[in-house]
């Protein structure tokens, strides 16, 4: 048995300062450090360290070939976590979250999600030489703001996005059937 964990990747860019500068304001900062981060990440390095070497545990996603991609898989890694199942798309970068945390201990997070925009799931049910059931989920991470997967939609010619039901307003979810004749 293996734990898979799919989610995101993030390298954390930290800042901590007595208050967060308000727009068109400069504020000094007190620390600032970089940390591995992203929701799956965490996730996996939790578990790794829970389970210790009772069960393994495989961090699945997407890195780019990027600094901050090599330092994250580095880091799962040496926090016990397989890389294996962590693809690397040539051009992409690492996604990354910009924190600012003031005096009271409150944040603020402003991410670019480079490579974890490009995770997207499909399953096919090949029935004969004709027919092909598909189905899946484009932006699987949600990590789009609202209302992009139509967007994104008309992007792969898909003719409806459905956001879910469950909260995924990014992400969409798909049922596609092709005929070869």
């Given at each position: 048995m293996t734990v898979l964990v799919l989610g995101g990747v993030n390298m954390?860019?930290?800042?901590?300062?007595?208050?967060?500068?308000?727009?068109?304001?400069?504020?000094?900062?007190?620390?600032?450090y970089t940390t591995p981060g992203g929701k799956g990440a965490n996730q996996a390095v939790a578990a790794a360290r829970i389970l210790e070497d009772r069960v393994p545990v495989e961090m699945a996603g997407l890195l780019?070939?990027?600094?901050?991609?090599?330092?994250m898989?580095?880091?799962?890694?040496?926090?016990?976590?397989?890389?294996t199942s962590l693809g690397t798309v040539p051009g992409a970068h690492c996604?990354?979250?910009?924190?600012?945390?003031?005096g009271a201990g409150e944040n603020s997070v402003n991410a670019v999600y480079g490579s974890n925009l490009l995770v997207d799931l499909e399953a096919a049910y090949q029935f004969n030489d004709m027919f092909r059931l598909a189905v899946g989920g484009e932006n699987v991470?949600?990590?789009?703001?609202?209302?992009?997967?139509?967007?994104?939609?008309?992007?792969?010619?898909?003719?409806?996005?459905?956001?879910?039901?469950?909260?995924?307003?990014?992400?969409?979810?798909?049922?596609?059937?092709?005929?070869?004749?």
């Open positions: 954390d860019f930290i800042a901590e300062m007595p208050v967060i500068a308000a727009r068109g304001q400069t504020r000094e900062g007190t620390a600032f780019g070939d990027d600094r901050h991609s090599e330092e898989r580095a880091a799962l890694e040496a926090s016990g976590v397989g890389t996604g990354v979250a910009v924190i600012l945390i003031d991470f949600d990590e789009l703001p609202d209302d992009d997967g139509h967007f994104v939609a008309e992007l792969l010619g898909v003719d409806k996005a459905l956001t879910s039901p469950f909260g995924f307003n990014g992400a969409f979810w798909y049922v596609r059937l092709t005929a070869d004749f």
